[in-house]
C-alpha cells in the first residue's frame, strides 16, 4: 500500500475541459508538492502546499491542501495539450526525503 | 544556470553485473538525493548526500550504494545487479539538507535496463 494515494490514475480529455486529479494518505504530512513530469524527463516541481487550507494558484492550475494536511488536489482548468504529463504528489516523511505518489498520467486530446 | 546533470543516460547490464551512475548537482548546491522509479512501484526514495556523507537511506537492499565528493558530485553503484533493478534512476540536487519546503531540481535520469 502506497503511503500517497493518486486518482485517477489514467486520465485522457479534450482540449478545453477542465479536470481535477486527487492525492490521499491517511497519514498527515507537514507539506506537500506538486510535480510534473515529462517523457524523457525529471520531475518539476510546480507549487509547495504548506498550511492546512492553503489554496495556491498557477496560471490555470489550483493546488489545494487539505484541512487536516493529509490530502490535497490539483484542478486545472481549460486544458491544453501542453498540461499532458505524469502528475505526482510528494512530502516529506520519516527518513525519506520525498514519498511521492502513485502517479496521474494525464493527456489532453487537441 | 545549469541544471541536474547525469551520466550516462542509457545504460545496458546483463545479470550479476555491477553499474555506476553519475550525477552532477546544480552550481552551489550541496545535497544530493536519488531515486528509482519503475512503472510498477512508481518513484522511491534511495538515499540522500549532504558534505559527503549519507544523510538519510530508503527502504533498499545494500547492493545500492552511493557516495558524494567534495565538489557535491555523487555517483551510485548497484552491485550485483538483477532483472528487477531496470528502471529510471533520478538523481536531484538542492541546496540545504533539511526543510519540508526545500526545492529539489532532478535531473533527466539514467535509464538502466538489465538484461
Known amino acids: 500500500t502506497q503511503l500517497l494515494e493518486q486518482s485517477p490514475q489514467f486520465l485522457s480529455i479534450q482540449e478545453g475541459e477542465n479536470l481535477t486529479v486527487y492525492c490521499n494518505s491517511s497519514s498527515v504530512f507537514s507539506s506537500l508538492q506538486w510535480y510534473r513530469q515529462e517523457p524523457g524527463e525529471g520531475p518539476v516541481l510546480l507549487v509547495t502546499?504548506?498550511?492546512?487550507?492553503e489554496v495556491k494558484k498557477l496560471k490555470r492550475l489550483t493546488f489545494q491542501f487539505g484541512d487536516a494536511r493529509k490530502d490535497s488536489s490539483l484542478h486545472i482548468t481549460a486544458a491544453q495539450p501542453g498540461d499532458t504529463g505524469l502528475y505526482l504528489c510528494a512530502g516529506p516523511f520519516g527518513n525519506e526525503k520525498l514519498t511521492f505518489g502513485t502517479g496521474t498520467r494525464l493527456t489532453i486530446i487537441p | 544556470k545549469a541544471g541536474v546533470t547525469q551520466t550516462p543516460r542509457y545504460l545496458i547490464k546483463t545479470r550479476g553485473q555491477q553499474v555506476t551512475l553519475s550525477c552532477s548537482p546544480i552550481?552551489?548546491?550541496?545535497?544530493v538525493s536519488w531515486y528509482q522509479q519503475t512503472p510498477g512501484q512508481g518513484l522511491q526514495f534511495l538515499f540522500e548526500y549532504f558534505s559527503e556523507t549519507q544523510r538519510n537511506k530508503g527502504n533498499f537492499p545494500g547492493r545500492f550504494s552511493g557516495r558524494q565528493f567534495s565538489n557535491s558530485r555523487s555517483e551510485m553503484n548497484v552491485s550485483t545487479l538483477e532483472l528487477g533493478d531496470s528502471a529510471l534512476y533520478l538523481c536531484a540536487s538542492s541546496l540545504r539538507l533539511a526543510g519540508s519546503t526545500d526545492t529539489q531540481y532532478f535531473g533527466p535520469g539514467t535509464r538502466l535496463t538489465v538484461l
Open positions: 552550481s552551489g548546491h550541496r545535497s
Open positions: 502546499v504548506v498550511t492546512g487550507g
